[in-house]
């Protein structure tokens, strides 16, 4: 049996008497949950996350106003297919308008191409989607959405952008 002392759980039971919570570690999240290659990202404080029925791993935040989505799809048949075309065939799997613009984009300093588009939902909402496709193999391609209700400011979008930038990829050169 493991004994813990007395003063923790005394400093436990003050915490949570004064309202405030023990630091929590960040939980780190990878897709796909086995094997390479594979994204790692840890969810942000205040955020949830979950594998959908998709296979992606999705973050939200608490207004779901932000949202990340990781997906890795490995399949030989990407080898003969540009990211251009690719972004355009998933755009037209899931329903999306084709992509208004693109950039050069990377994902855990990985060279890719980014793709925006925006969808009016049936309420009316604007959304506001930003798909980064990068090529880590011939057969290997990584994808991160950034998925945000439209209107938002740079500032309010700013920890959808900081989380993003700490993906860690595992399995690439």
């Not at 790692?40 to 791993?57: I, K, S």
């Not at 909402?125 to 209700?149: C, Y």
């Amino acid at each position: 049996m493991r004994c813990f002392p007395f003063g923790w759980l005394v400093a436990l039971g003050m915490a949570l008497f004064l309202g405030i919570a023990p630091a929590a570690d960040a939980q780190s999240l990878r897709h796909p949950k086995t094997g390479e290659p594979a994204m790692v990202l840890d969810v942000p404080v205040g955020w949830t996350a979950r594998y959908d029925d998709f296979g992606n791993l999705r973050f939200s935040n608490v207004d779901r106003t932000l949202n990340i989505q990781l997906n890795m799809m490995v399949h030989e048949g990407l080898a003969s297919i540009s990211l251009a075309e690719l972004a355009a065939n998933l755009f037209r799997a899931s329903k999306l308008p084709p992509y208004a613009r693109t950039q050069p984009g990377s994902i855990a300093g990985h060279a890719g191409e980014a793709f925006f588009l925006k969808k009016i939902l049936d309420d009316g909402v604007g959304v506001n989607f930003m798909f980064v496709l990068v090529r880590l193999r011939p057969s290997a391609v990584a994808t991160v959405a950034r998925v945000t209700r439209d209107g938002l400011t740079a500032a309010q979008g700013a920890p959808a952008d900081d989380a993003i930038g700490k993906i860690r990829l595992i399995g690439v050169e």
